[in-house]
């Protein structure tokens, strides 16, 4: 219907009367909005969801093989055009994109390309899809940098990473610069989705461990990010979500049953005291077994969460806990793929193993 499109009116915009008159230039089209991304001396308009973009076609082509396949394509005499622009409509969300092309375009709101910026989740999902679906390196490839920090391969990585409010544990608040998760460990129902359409498996065992801790709600349900876009995990992952956190709940219970039990340091100097605070934390233990063993997932929360690390022990003491902790976590965390049911690498080799 392109004869009925608004798009060749004149255009009466009374901010454009005073400098270029009202017949120099077409109406704009009543049924896009502009988008926040428009460039005066723009030749291409790149519409999505109805709002419309004006942008240049050869930084779009220099950036993206798609864009310029895309370009090479003849158009009929009658294409739609807007102030003598053709008119290219994108499957794509408006929200999206303008993320991309605030990029492409927008200097002044780039600024998450700078050294030491944080990113939101939605930006970084937004480069990793679009700038994957249009082939436009850079984008993609800051997405992908980004991603392990807040979901690393090394437990020393995730061990450093800060606390987030509890029961979520310790690391979803990365100490990292990359991305702001500001907490929101539902975040990580995303991160498997992104792993697993975008080949980035190394991500999964952080993110299944992060699915662990959700409550069962969320799980099921997923969640809408901050750009409406919905997140769930397909019925295959919350099955191996589910089938690990009980896993995790075991092994859980373990370290403690081994740490508990666990005799004063050979080096300890005042055997009786710390024998006797070790059986004052038992008793404890008996006395409250059901919330500190049951239900807990939180394997690899760091020693200094740990509860011997709250107690008058003496310091060899203390220093066997945190290694025998230490190795258990480790371990642990090489069994990350395997509790999950997880077909990959891991650790993988790339990130230095453990
Ligand atoms: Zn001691």
């Not at 375009?105 to 994957?132: C, I, M, P």
């Not at 020693?303 to 220093?319: A, E, G, K, P």
């Amino acid at each position: 219907m392109s004869d009925a499109h608004p798009a060749k009116r004149a255009r009466i915009d009374e901010e454009d009367q005073g400098t270029s008159g009202p017949s120099s230039k077409p109406t704009e089209p009543t049924n896009y909005s502009r988008g926040e991304v428009w460039l005066d001396d723009g030749n291409v308009v790149l519409v999505a969801e109805g709002t419309a973009f004006r942008v240049l076609r050869s930084i779009l082509c220099s950036n993206s093989d798609v864009f310029r396949d895309m370009f090479t394509i003849p158009q009929p005499t009658d294409a739609e055009t807007w102030e003598g622009c053709p008119v290219v409509q994108l499957q794509d969300s408006k929200v999206d994109l303008v993320y991309v092309l605030r990029a492409l375009f927008d200097s002044k709101n780039t600024d998450w390309f700078r050294y030491n910026h944080q990113a939101t989740f939605e930006a970084v999902s937004a480069l990793l899809r679009l700038g994957t679906k249009y082939q436009i390196e850079h984008l993609r490839q800051d997405a992908i940098n980004r991603l392990p920090a807040c979901f690393p391969s090394r437990l020393e990585d995730f061990a450093f990473a800060k606390p987030v409010e509890p029961p979520y544990g310790r690391w979803l608040y990365s100490n990292s610069s990359a991305m702001k998760t500001i907490p929101r460990p539902e975040l990580s129902i995303a991160i498997v989705n992104l792993a697993r359409s975008y080949d980035l498996l190394y991500l999964l065992p952080p993110a299944f461990y992060g699915c662990a801790y959700l409550p069962h709600f969320t799980l099921t349900h997923g969640f809408l990010d901050s750009d409406g876009h919905r997140w769930k995990l397909s019925q295959d992952d919350l099955n191996k979500c589910l089938s690990g956190a009980e896993q995790l709940r075991k092994i859980c219970a373990d370290e403690h049953r081994r740490l508990f039990f666990a005799k004063p340091s050979a080096l300890c100097d005042i055997k009786h005291q710390c024998t006797n605070l070790l059986e004052e934390e038992r008793q404890f233990l008996h006395d409250d077994d059901a919330p500190i063993l049951a239900g807990r997932v939180s394997v690899l929360s760091d020693s200094s969460v740990m509860w011997f690390s709250s107690l008058d022990l003496c310091n060899d003491c203390v220093n066997d806990f945190t290694f025998d902790h230490s190795e258990m976590r480790q371990e642990t965390w090489c069994r990350l793929h395997a509790i999950f049911d997880l077909e990959i690498e891991w650790p993988p080799k790339a990130s230095g193993g453990l």
